[in-house]
């Protein structure tokens, strides 16, 4: 798949936060990369604790970054593994791409070689959880 110049730029990130993923237990290291609204990029990777329960998916990290920073919106996020099936995010991070997307975000699944598939937040969770949710009649 051809990459475009901020594919490239997500990807390269990503690959780097896995890099420096800390995974002593499970051994898979992830990592992840947001565009933002703005375009600025930021980079997480995953985090275990002996405590399974309070580790950080890479997902979280990087929205997480980008929120410190001041951006609210993703244009488009990459996530990358060491996979021989690509994956997504878990569930709770599917809500928290929810919580910054619009309907055009994308999701960029990678392996550790290139982009695989590209997807949107509807595709992987149709029936988000939203703000309009909260609202009473």
Do not use: W
Request: net charge negative.
């Amino acid at each position: 798949m051809n990459k475009t110049p901020v594919e490239n730029q997500l990807f390269a990130l990503a690959l780097q936060a896995r890099k420096n993923a800390y995974v002593p237990y499970s051994r898979f290291a992830v990592g992840a990369a947001v565009e933002s609204g703005s375009g600025r990029l930021y980079a997480g990777c995953n985090v275990e604790n002996v405590s399974y329960p309070v580790g950080t998916c890479a997902e979280a990290g990087a929205i997480a970054a980008m929120i410190a920073a001041g951006d609210k919106l993703i244009r488009r996020i990459l996530i990358t593994a060491d996979s021989p099936e690509l994956i997504t995010p878990c569930g709770a991070c599917l809500q928290r791409i929810k919580e910054f997307s619009s309907e055009h975000t994308e999701i960029l699944l990678a392996d550790t070689e290139n982009i695989r598939r590209t997807l949107t937040v509807k595709d992987l969770l149709p029936f988000a959880f939203n703000n309009e949710d909260l609202k009473n009649d």
